[in-house]
């Protein structure tokens, strides 16, 4: 039987304490009663940390920057769909404004030259438009672009800011190459 090769390596280890950094803070925020109930949670601040995270802070920004400008397109775009409904004399069937709207934030993401974007967008907009009722999506929108941001802020300083000391990588690096002869 082959050694199996575990990957634990520097990305991982900040993914996982950009995650509980999220966590933590959302929680802290609810025990505090900071904020109004509104539903705030840390599970989009989490995905954004996980989504973000890369191997080099260049590339962590890029995709936190990525991740943010969807967020905000999908999210306005989801928006305008509901103002429009709402004013509209006449209710559009839901198929026309969706596809419409997925149109529209995938042809703004590729005019902001972030192509990439597109899928965030399009999940924040069916979010927006398709699980949230009244006054509310506008909240929502509002608190998921605000969690989203701060989970691609929060893996962007891991990033740059958590380093393991050097002499616990060399070791850990001999560790792994000793035990993988002995096997």
Do not use: H, Q, W
Request: glycine letters at 8%.
């Amino acid at each position: 039987m082959g050694n199996i090769k575990l990957g634990i390596g520097m990305r991982t280890t900040k993914t996982a304490i950009a995650v509980a950094i999220c966590i933590l803070t959302f929680n802290l925020i609810d025990f505090l009663g900071l904020l109004p109930d509104t539903g705030y949670t840390a599970f989009f601040a989490c995905i954004a940390a996980v989504v973000c995270m890369s191997n080099t802070v260049e590339s962590t920004i890029s995709l936190g920057i990525s991740r943010l400008m969807g967020t905000v397109v999908g999210g306005v775009t989801g928006l305008l769909i509901l103002v429009a409904n709402d004013l509209a004399p006449v209710d559009l069937p839901e198929v026309i404004k969706i596809g419409v709207g997925i149109y529209i934030s995938i042809m703004c993401c590729n005019l902001l030259r972030r192509p990439e974007a597109s899928g965030v967008s399009c999940v924040v907009l069916l979010a927006i438009c398709m699980n949230n009722s009244g006054a509310d999506r506008y909240v929502y929108a509002a608190i998921r672009l605000v969690e989203t941001g701060y989970g691609a802020l929060v893996a962007i300083l891991v990033n740059k800011y958590f380093n393991l000391p050097k002499v616990f990588k060399r070791n850990f690096k001999n560790k792994t190459k000793k035990e993988a002869e002995t096997d």
